[in-house]
């Protein structure tokens, strides 16, 4: 399923290219939950040396998908018991990626501890996490960086 693609650990040189994967994968995956001003909102002020920052300083581990070229196509982040984030191109999609990279920060969350995982997730994300084992604990609005409040849900999952 995921055959010709790495993983592995990302450094803040892979800053530009993450946060290429998130605005693609919000701005392309998103469309079938959120409208497109929503989607806007969502993407709105990513950037690079957020990624940086929050590997550098923020204490989050994230890992990133290759295809053969090199190319980063997904990633996943995590800190403490929570994966903050998992995103994939909308090119690289229903291939397995997503899944592979939540069952890391899974294992990786685990291993530091914890037997509960906690993620905040969009409407676009939530089939993955529910087929993943997580439940809704709460549905509630998020307000985007946009300044936009769309529909999300926190879940949680006990390992």
Known sequence: MNAGYTVRAATPE????????HVGAILGLGGSHY????????????????????MAEGGEAMEVAQDAS????????????????VYVRPDAARRGLGS????????AIAAAGHRTVRIGASLS?????????????????????????IAACDMEKTL
């Open 35 to 54: 409208t497109r001003a929503e989607l806007e909102s969502w993407a709105a002020g990513l950037t690079p040396e957020g990624y940086a920052r929050a």
């Open 125 to 149: 994300g939530r089939a993955l996490y529910e087929r993943h084992g997580y439940h809704v604990v709460e549905e509630k609005g998020w307000e985007t960086r946009g300044g936009l409040v």
């Open 70 to 85: 090199g190319r980063i196509v997904a990633f996943c982040a995590r800190k403490d018991d929570e994966v903050m984030a």
């Open 100 to 107: 592979l990279l939540l069952q890391r920060a899974e294992a």
């Open 14 to 21: 892979d800053a530009a290219a993450i946060r290429d994967v």
